[in-house]
């Protein structure tokens, strides 16, 4: 009696444990397939430091990300199910729109890391972006969310590598505590700088979510997640109060909230 005790204590134990891994498998969206986005143009032949494995650090709606184990660089692979028409599609009452939408989508794969490394690359922390088909390039062993192993072929599947950094609002928050106001200040100012400067390059953003789109790295601001940037004609003031708005209103609300003994209003009215 007993021993079938312990044989059904240890039979609910596995039950358990392949419960919680079919959970796990289930909250995990990545897979090699899901990667396979389609290639652009050839892509340069490039050297680039990946020589250690990568684990799972978050996705976003366009791709995912994973870090290296000595955590200093970031693999970002893209997700073709952001940008592509669902299976569903034939079914969808509005299925023009969807699209459009698609098609917008596409176009910031195809064209926002690439601006990125073409205008801002010192700004963007980006050491190489793959969009085309290789040969030299190695494969990296990636573990996801759910703890499985995947090797993947970097020649055959666009990516982006940067190196990484730490997200912005907690970034402002430690150089007020541990370096003061002035500081503070003068890292406001950089990142305006930075806003500044892609607007002068005539370089839009698609995204406003600056909490985590933008970071600092050794002690400098950067932008890192530049996946929704286009070019633009932002010629005129109202567009370019426009890209002040996506920018900056993210910023100025969290400073509202969190510092609201610095005004910060005439630094915005007089950057922009």
Not at 83 to 108: G, H, I, T, V
Not at 174 to 196: C, H, P, R, T
Not at 248 to 257: E, M, V
Request: charged share 25%; with cysteine; hydrophobic share 35%.
């Amino acid at each position: 009696m007993k021993a079938e005790n312990q044989r059904l204590r240890l039979f609910c134990i596995l039950i358990f444990v392949f419960s919680l891994c079919c959970i796990a498998q289930q909250r995990s969206t990545f897979s090699p397939v899901v990667i396979a986005a389609p290639m652009l143009d050839e892509c340069k032949e490039a050297s680039i430091p990946i020589d250690q494995n990568y684990h799972f650090l978050g996705k976003g709606r366009q791709s995912f990300a994973f870090v290296s184990q000595d955590g200093k660089t970031v693999l970002k692979f893209f997700n073709k199910n952001y940008f592509q028409m669902p299976w569903y599609s034939f079914a969808l009452p509005n299925k023009e729109d969807e699209q459009k939408k698609r098609n917008l989508r596409k176009k910031y794969f195809s064209e926002g890391y690439a601006i990125a490394e073409k205008y801002l690359q010192e700004q963007t922390a980006i050491l190489y972006v793959h969009y085309g088909k290789t040969q030299n390039l190695p494969k990296v062993k990636v573990k996801d969310q759910a703890n499985r192993i995947f090797t993947i072929d970097l020649n055959q599947v666009p990516f982006v590598l940067q190196r990484k950094g730490e997200p912005l609002f907690s970034s402002l928050q430690k150089i007020y505590e541990q370096e003061g106001k002035d500081a503070f200040i003068s890292a406001i100012d950089q990142y305006l700088n930075l806003v500044n400067l892609r607007i002068s390059l005539g370089i839009a953003d698609g995204d406003h979510d600056i909490q985590h789109n933008y970071g600092f790295l050794d002690g400098k601001p950067f932008h890192l997640d530049p996946g929704r940037l286009y070019l633009a004609d932002l010629s005129d003031q109202k567009t370019r109060l426009h890209e002040w708005w996506v920018g900056t209103h993210q910023l100025r609300k969290w400073l509202t909230i969190n510092y609201p003994e610095i005004n910060f209003e005439e630094k915005w009215n007089s950057s922009n």
